[in-house]
């Protein structure tokens, strides 16, 4: 086993090994719930689900945490600081938490449309609202937060190694959307951010609010996360994974109130997908990342619609690496489509041939677990899958279907149950094809093309082969 992974901590590629053997402990920042996720944070939760996968491939037990951010936090100066869920509800005139557990709820299905596993612990920030306290309690005893009239702030100052993970002197830091724009005179410095915002001035009528030390109010945005992991996962955890825009703002947040309240290393291996981008749609070529509040998003339901399988959204995502970005446009989702389903073609084949299993196939498995153990080197992978079935073709020997379904553990193509679905066939339906064969035989064409119009009516196409006749369901 040897398991390379690129660690945003140190700019490399390094060997991966948990902190207790056979056990990784890992945490992936999950959805904000104001609105449904487009297919760009999908492809975030993909990239930490073959990351999973690819864990137990090498034979890991996996702690998968992800919480669910269904406390509202701010907006951007743009949208002049309300706050994402309160203005999510007015917009769908709902209450703030009937909004919440809709897009939840929505969430979960397009997990499951993309046959991404639920985390073992999923925890919602409104549910941990005393562990947050406590954490903060803890930053202020040590003298790592200060508290103003307006909030609780974490004191970068304290923290010195604060930069280190951005590699960014602080006069360039960017403060990026979720970062409050509130003024407030007491506050220190302009990069301190809030652990607790009470709920005074423009935060008065904040819906959702609760008590504390510091009077009535609600959590800032990174505490959650940081409270919620250790919680779940202990003070160090191995793996924690995010968006690329997190290395900025939202995870050196994470790693400096960890890390001062314990006194211990937060995270051993972070981990970021790259976004997926889209043409710029005023016209010129320029990509922008897909979001939010760019107003070009795209979800999972847009494809569904347009007759997509979402799976061939996964395969497009398994096309590129998962730190390279990813362009979206019709045209590689297309292509997608058509490469997923010639392999779920050439699945359904293979299940009904059958055969054993090639001495040429050993090198394919040698190459697939290569590319995983490479950064989940998946463009690789897809070669690898793609090179043995048309080997597989070439020879005319099929037995390789259990090679597939082990490659299929880490893709999560669903390889099985679509072979399986495709050549499922009830008897009356193989009594029609037994005939139309005896028809062949004794070359009493008219019958045999009558049979294959009639299964081709209810969906089923046939295909005759040296190795006989397959049939494959088309709807
Ligand atoms: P949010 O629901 O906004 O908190 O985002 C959920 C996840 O999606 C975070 O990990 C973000 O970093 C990630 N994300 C946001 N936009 C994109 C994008 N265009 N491509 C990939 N990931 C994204
Ligand atoms: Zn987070």
Redesign the pocket.
């Known amino acids: 086993m040897a398991l390379n992974l690129y660690n945003t901590l140190t700019r490399r590629k390094e060997l991966f090994e948990p902190l207790e053997p056979g056990i990784v402990r890992m945490y992936?920042?999950?959805?904000?719930?104001y609105?449904y996720?487009?297919?760009?944070?999908?492809?975030?939760?993909i990239f930490s689900d073959i990351l999973r996968r690819a864990l137990e491939y090498e034979g890991y037990d996996v702690l998968h945490v992800m919480n669910v951010?269904d406390v509202g936090h701010l907006t951007s100066d743009a949208d002049e600081g309300e706050d994402k869920m309160e203005k999510g509800a007015r917009e769908a005139g709902k209450d703030v938490w009937e909004i919440a557990r809709f897009y939840e709820d929505a969430f979960w299905r397009d997990l499951e449309l993309l046959n991404i596993e639920k985390p073992k612990v999923v925890c919602r920030a409104t549910e941990h609202i005393p562990e947050m306290i406590a954490l903060i309690q803890r930053l202020i005893e040590q003298g790592y937060a200060y508290e103003t009239t307006q909030a609780v702030y974490f004191d970068i100052s304290k923290f010195p190694r604060y930069t280190e993970f951005t590699r960014q002197p602080l006069e360039q830091k960017v403060i990026g959307a979720r970062e409050e724009v509130q003024e407030d005179p007491d506050k220190k410095h302009p990069a301190d951010f809030a652990l607790w915002f009470k709920a005074v001035g423009r935060f008065k009528n904040h819906i959702m609010r609760w008590d504390s030390p510091w009077g009535v109010g609600f959590p800032g945005w990174h505490i959650e996360c940081s409270a919620m992991a250790m919680k779940y996962l202990g003070e160090t955890l191995d793996i924690h994974?995010?968006?690329?825009?997190?290395i900025w703002v939202?995870h050196p947040n994470e790693i400096a109130q960890s890390e001062a309240a314990t006194g211990k290393q937060f995270v051993r291996f972070w981990m970021?997908?790259?976004?997926?981008?889209v043409g710029n749609l005023d016209g010129n070529d320029e990509d922008k990342?897909?979001?939010?509040s760019e107003g070009n998003?795209i979800t999972l339901q847009t494809l569904i619609d347009k007759g997509y399988n979402p799976l061939a959204y996964r395969y497009a995502c398994l096309m590129a690496h998962y730190r390279q970005k990813?362009r979206f446009t019709w045209d590689s989702i297309e292509a997608a489509a058509a490469g997923y389903s010639s392999l779920q073609q050439f699945a359904a084949r293979a299940l009904q041939i059958g055969g054993n299993e090639p001495p040429w196939v050993a090198a394919y498995r040698d190459r697939f677990r290569a590319a995983i153990e490479d950064d989940l080197n998946m463009p690789q992978a897809m070669a690898t899958v793609s090179e043995m079935t048309r080997e597989a073709e070439t020879r005319r020997e099929y037995g390789v279907l259990n090679v597939l379904y082990d490659f299929d553990r880490v893709l999560g193509l669903k390889l099985r149950e679509s072979a399986e679905a495709a050549t499922s066939i009830d008897l009356s339906i193989q009594t029609l094809i037994k005939e139309r064969e005896e028809a062949r035989k004794a070359r009493n064409w008219a019958r045999a093309d009558e049979i294959r119009n009639q299964l081709a009516e209810q969906g089923i196409v046939l295909e005759d082969t040296p190795s006989g006749t397959l049939w494959r369901r088309t709807r």
């Open positions: 992936t920042c999950g959805p904000t719930v609105n996720a487009h297919i760009g944070n999908l492809r975030t939760y951010t994974t995010g968006g690329e825009d997190h939202h970021h997908g790259a976004f997926l981008v990342r897909m979001g939010k998003f990813l």
